[in-house]
């Protein structure tokens, strides 16, 4: 099962012994990560969420109970798979850990057949779950982010940038006349437009935070962290310009069409007392003002 090495499973338990047997079992199909009590998996789950968790009900600091209790607490967390591993028997363990949500028990003695087949098992829904994820959050034309997607990514970036104290930008783009080259070329004609601008705006959004969504019909929308206004104009402009030298071949004829965007740009420093909806109507005001202006540019503020 070698496409499974990137699922990542954090063992947590005090007994040697159950370590190295576990670690043979499962180190060549997955990446392991071992914690010895309670208390240290609270703070590495935190800071980087595994795939699957192997929690012994004994570990010390906290008990195995205590930290899948924590864990069902925190939005961050509570999704992830917990498997209990486990030599106590009887006396409601079993019952009281899936009550708490565990997903499962393995007990010791390990049988590798037993662990290997109900660990595959977690992580096979783990896989079905993020494709549905994935699906629910890409558009299906364009294959990049779609408008869920990114009402919640704003959210995270505004949340960030407050932390910090540093800027978000953000771009609200519109295909000029979109109508008329629908009406021209016909809608298959227009998809193909739609996905040659989203490859577009793709490219040239560099950095790993840079984010761009398609927002629904001809608009998109482009999210710029720790970027000042006068940067996001710039980005903006460099982005108009590009998309009016893009070429779009049409495929029933010997012919290629282009077209033009408008791009209102916003820029605002979060804080606690400014909604992040602020920073959306700002650039939607200023996306309007662009297109009553005469359309092909970019208007920031």
């Known amino acids: 099962m070698e496409n499974e090495k990137k699922y990542c499973i954090m063992i947590a338990d005090d007994d040697k012994a159950n370590l190295d047997i576990l670690s043979s079992i499962l180190m060549n199909e997955y990446d392991l990560r071992i914690v010895r009590n309670g208390k240290a998996v609270l703070e590495q789950v935190a800071d980087s969420p595994p795939d699957l968790l192997l929690l012994g009900v004994m570990i010390p600091g906290l008990t195995g109970f205590e930290v899948l209790a924590n864990l069902k607490q925190v939005e961050s967390t509570h999704h992830i798979p917990v498997i209990f591993i486990t030599s106590l028997d009887g006396e409601g363990y079993e019952e009281k850990g899936l009550r708490l949500g565990a997903v499962d028990y393995i007990t010791k003695p ?55 104290g540093s800027s978000l930008s ?54 710029l962290s720790g970027i000042d206004k006068e940067g996001a104009a710039l980005m903006a402009e460099k982005i108009r310009a590009a998309t009016e030298e893009m ?29 992040v909806e602020e920073l959306v109507e700002k650039a939607d005001k200023n996306l309007y003002a662009a297109k009553a202006a005469g359309r092909n540019r970019v208007v920031a503020g």
Request: charged share 25%; no cysteine; hydrophobic share 40%.
């Open 110 to 164: 390990f049988n590798q057949g037993i662990v290997l087949a109900r660990i595959r098992s977690q992580i096979q829904i783990v896989r079905y779950i993020r494709e549905i994820e994935r699906l629910g959050m890409i558009d299906a034309l364009t294959d990049i982010p779609n408008r869920r997607n990114f009402d919640i990514r704003i959210r995270e970036e505004w949340r960030r940038e407050g932390r910090t």
């Open 170 to 223: 953000m771009m609200m783009v519109d295909i000029d006349f979109f109508k008329h080259y629908n009406d021209t070329y016909g809608h298959p004609q227009g998809d193909i437009l739609l996905r040659s601008l989203a490859s577009l705006f793709t490219v040239h959004l560099k950095r790993p935070s840079d984010f761009v969504a398609r927002l629904g019909g001809e608009e998109f929308a482009i999210l």
């Open 247 to 275: 070429t779009v071949p049409v495929t029933d004829q010997n012919k290629n069409t282009s077209v033009t965007i408008s791009i209102g740009v916003a820029t605002l420093i979060p804080d606690k007392d400014t909604p």
